[in-house]
């Protein structure tokens, strides 16, 4: 089945980049890989995760490394997009999973996914480079295509939402983020071109719409 060798697959790269000593056991890598290829996913999947664990494997600081690297995977580990806590939920999670939930590295992991709701500006050497990555495509350096990749992975993971009212929140959060963080105000203009030329391919099922997860 090609979907049990993916996600057999991502358990494998998780097993072999995670900080497991710092886990109470080897086999919540299987966990974590199934958590990261639910089916609802379509952008907060494997893709995003090993991204970004590709990006931080490569940090020369031994903690930072083991910060960076299980923020990733656990900061996205529960999402649901009707949810309103998938941050504080997946930190939970990480501190279930420990061994020593007290530990500098695990205490300090949970504090950064929690952040990961991205209200303000992160006030830390640290926060910046997993908002950086985490946030990626509404950065500067990224190309329309990739871009209009990602505004597409978004909305089809909100198709229970009437299309009328997600395009009219996922453009109030894009002007919102564009004003939060002016780093990134090219892009959300970008994404937001690329929304109103958007259009649901199939039927998406009428309910009430709150974009619970921050959605970057």
């Known amino acids: 089945c090609p979907m049990a060798s993916s996600v057999e697959s991502l358990a494998t790269t998780i097993a072999s ?3 497991l000593h710092l886990l109470r056991e080897p086999q ?7 958590r990261w ?4 996913r379509s952008w907060h999947g494997p893709g995003h995760l090993l991204s970004m664990l590709k990006r931080f494997e490569v940090e020369s600081d031994e903690e930072e490394r083991e910060i960076l ?5 656990y900061h996205d580990a529960i999402y649901d997009p009707r949810r ?30 929690t952040a990961t709701r991205w209200t303000e500006l992160p006030n830390d050497a640290l926060t910046w480079k997993f908002w950086e990555a985490d946030c990626h495509p509404l950065g500067d350096d990224i190309s329309v ?13 909100y198709q229970w939402a ?7 929140k996922r453009a109030e959060f894009l002007r919102e983020w564009a004003m939060r963080f002016p780093q990134h105000r090219h ?29 970057h």
């Open 17 to 19: 980049t995670a900080p």
């Open 145 to 157: 295509s990739d871009r209009l990749e990602y505004e597409r992975a978004i909305f089809r993971e």
């Open 187 to 215: 892009g959300a203009e970008v994404c937001l071109e690329l929304l109103s030329g958007l259009s649901p391919r199939i039927a998406v099922y009428p309910g009430s719409f709150n974009p619970f997860h921050r959605g």
């Open 84 to 113: 309103s806590d998938n941050e504080e939920a997946s930190a939970a999670l990480l501190l279930n999973h420990a061994i020593d939930p007290s530990h500098p590295v695990v205490s300090r992991t949970a504090e950064l996914i």
């Open 28 to 34: 919540l890598a299987a966990q974590l890989a199934n």
């Open 162 to 168: 009437p299309w009328p009212m997600y395009r009219a």
């Open 37 to 40: 290829s639910e089916r609802h």
């Open 69 to 73: 690297i299980l923020a990733a995977l």
